[in-house]
């Protein structure tokens, strides 16, 4: 953006030695802040896991167990059976967060999984506003402290918080700040070549990592440059070319080293094509969600979530932060063209992030919004959840902080015009010093900010797996090509202890069921594996809590189930439901046998 005002993409120019004292001074604070907020993880790391989305914690903790197990057995990371057994996992249709975990899997190995995922999630936390820090500090403000007001928010917001419990994929964004830079230079004359092989390379990363974050920010990118192009034809007619030519070196270097990973994704086996009903197409942000504390800030109360708190919380900026960016887009917006982008993609994302039908206050009301018009068989909207367009608004405040704390500054610094060289025309004055600024803008900044500063995570203790499957006791019953059958069999519902087990003893056996998202048979997403005989009456004798009448009908799907499942044992550890479920397995299996901690069936003999 050439001709934008220089005071808006320059930095200042000081001497090294203040700028890098500054830097590291700004991430050593985001690495402090991502240790507090995973703090409570840390206090029994091995047994404990967030108490808002347990599964999820325990799914994550498994990738990371699935990526040291892919680099130990040199295996594609891209498929996994060792969930889902006998049909598998195709990790690229799943969060699987391979950027991360295959990099990273000797520490997992040295670490374990437990370990490894609170190490990682501060850490991405860190990242994200470190280089969200650099990216405000070298492009676009002046201000040291304005860049780490914007970072500290863009990497640490209440939405990417509510997404740190259990959810590390959506706080890994530390490589979007350095693709939107790489957007935005695709223009620089001369460097098209350079630039666009840098931007392909950020992006095939980035697929790796988080490919929904990666759409909105190739969705945001398109809304910046669309505004841009409104407000400076003459600039954008100038570079139309070399910025054209930058992306298509940027796409044809991403396509060609993604592309085998995107039609295993698509194409491979066990993908699937959009999910079934569309579940998250009615996913709108709730309008009063804007003013309200996030649950996990100082200001914040789980009360709220009995009303609005029906879906992730992306924006829930609180009323004086709302307050303060209104306040901030009025000052700026009339001379600073990055405020007037980012009003455009304000007003963009909010309304896109409402969904089909407008909510207030926790009430869907019949005034329709902008997805209703939308169809949910077009794809990759299908899969898309209209709330976390917000996130986008979410990461335009932050700019704005940044941008807001910036002018602040430099109304302070201003003072009298350098006097003129000979033969030149006296300087017009410029603007009088107004050193009470500063000290206003980030006293304003503080108040709108200091509410919505992270709680540590919440967290819960979880029972500890059986000593029977830590130290391989299971290893005698469980020869290679078949599976380890554990009670209840893991689903995304039931069996989060279970799940467990396969990530603590670094997936060596292979189990049924799973936390994934598969086909089912019509070709459709749906949440875990498709519930067979067997493992829909375990479930519903949970639930219930008495054993049902059996049938003879019943012990023959459980001997024909095992054999699909290619089991040779069925575990049953400690559980709250382990007297009703021993009496189920035994009714349809046989007494079972007492070895370490757990009950024991060996059908290997059952099912041949």
Aim: hydrophobic share 50%.
């Amino acid at each position: 953006m050439t001709d934008a005002e220089p005071a808006e993409v320059e930095p200042t120019r000081r001497p090294r030695r203040r700028p890098a004292r500054a830097d590291l001074l700004a991430l050593g604070a985001y690495v402090l802040l991502g240790v507090f907020v995973c703090l409570n993880y840390w206090g029994d790391v091995t047994g404990r896991v967030s108490s808002h989305l347990p599964t999820d914690h325990s799914w994550f903790e498994w990738l990371f167990a699935h990526g040291a197990y892919s680099v130990r057995h040199l295996e594609n990371p891209l498929f996994t059976a060792r969930q889902n057994a006998p049909d598998g996992v195709n990790m690229m249709a799943n969060t699987s967060l391979l950027g991360v975990t295959l990099p990273l899997a000797p520490l997992t190995m040295l670490l374990g999984p437990q370990v490894m995922y609170a190490l990682y999630l501060g850490g991405a936390l860190a990242a994200t506003a470190g280089t969200a820090y650099w990216m405000l500090s070298r492009h676009l403000v002046r201000s040291r402290a304005a860049a780490f007001v914007g970072g500290a928010f863009l990497g640490f917001a209440p939405g990417i918080i509510h997404h740190a419990n259990g959810q590390p994929n959506f706080v890994s964004n530390f490589l979007l700040p350095l693709i939107v830079v790489r957007v935005l230079r695709l223009g620089e004359p001369g460097r098209w070549r350079r630039n666009g092989l840098v931007l392909g390379a950020l992006v095939a990363y980035q697929i790796f990592i988080n490919e929904e974050m990666l759409l909105l920010t190739a969705l945001a990118c398109l809304v910046v440059v669309l505004a841009y192009a409104v407000q400076r034809p003459r600039a954008t007619r100038a570079m139309a070319g070399t910025f054209l030519a930058g992306l298509g070196v940027a796409g044809g270097l991403a396509l060609t080293l993604t592309a085998y990973p995107i039609w295993f994704q698509f194409d491979g086996p066990q993908s699937y094509r959009g999910l079934q009903g569309g579940v998250f197409h009615n996913w709108g942000e709730d309008l009063a969600a804007f003013v309200t504390f996030a649950r996990d800030t100082w200001a914040g109360t789980p009360e709220v979530e009995k009303t609005i708190g029906l879906t992730e919380q992306n924006t829930w900026f609180g009323w004086p932060l709302v307050l303060l960016s209104l306040v901030a887009l009025v000052l700026l917006v009339r001379r600073s063209l990055p405020a007037r982008i980012l009003a455009v993609l304000v007003v963009v994302f909010t309304v896109a992030s409402i969904g089909p039908w407008v909510r207030f206050d926790g009430v869907e009301t019949d005034i329709p919004g902008p997805w209703s018009y939308v169809s949910d068989d077009l794809p990759l909207v299908e899969m898309m959840m209209p709330t976390r367009l917000a996130l986008v608004v979410a990461a335009a405040v932050g700019v704005l902080l940044a941008l807001f704390c910036d002018a602040a500054a430099r109304q302070a610094r201003a003072g009298l015009a350098p006097a003129p060289r000979a033969g030149e025309p006296p300087a017009a004055p410029a603007a009088p010093r107004r050193r009470w600024l500063r000290p206003l803008g980030y006293a304003a900044a503080a108040l709108a900010l200091l509410p919505l500063f992270p709680r540590p995570l919440p967290a819960q203790q979880i029972d500890p797996p059986p000593h029977f499957i830590t130290a391989g006791g299971w290893r005698p019953y469980v020869p290679a090509g078949r599976t380890l059958v554990p009670v209840p069999i893991p689903s995304n519902v039931h069996g989060l202890p279970t799940l467990r087990w396969s990530a603590l003893t670094g997936q060596e056996f292979p189990i049924p069921g799973g936390y994934f998202i598969g086909p089912n048979e019509l070709g459709e997403g749906v949440f875990g594996a498709p519930n067979r005989p067997t493992s829909s009456l375990i479930y519903s004798t949970m639930d219930a809590g008495t054993v049902p009448a059996l049938t003879d009908e019943n012990r023959r799907q459980a001997v024909e189930d095992l054999r699909f499942w290619r089991a040779s044992v069925v575990v049953l550890g400690a559980h709250p439901r382990e007297a009703v479920l021993r009496e189920l397995v035994t009714a349809l299996l046989g007494p079972p046998q007492r070895v370490d901690d757990v009950w024991v069936w060996d059908v290997r003999a059952l099912v041949g």
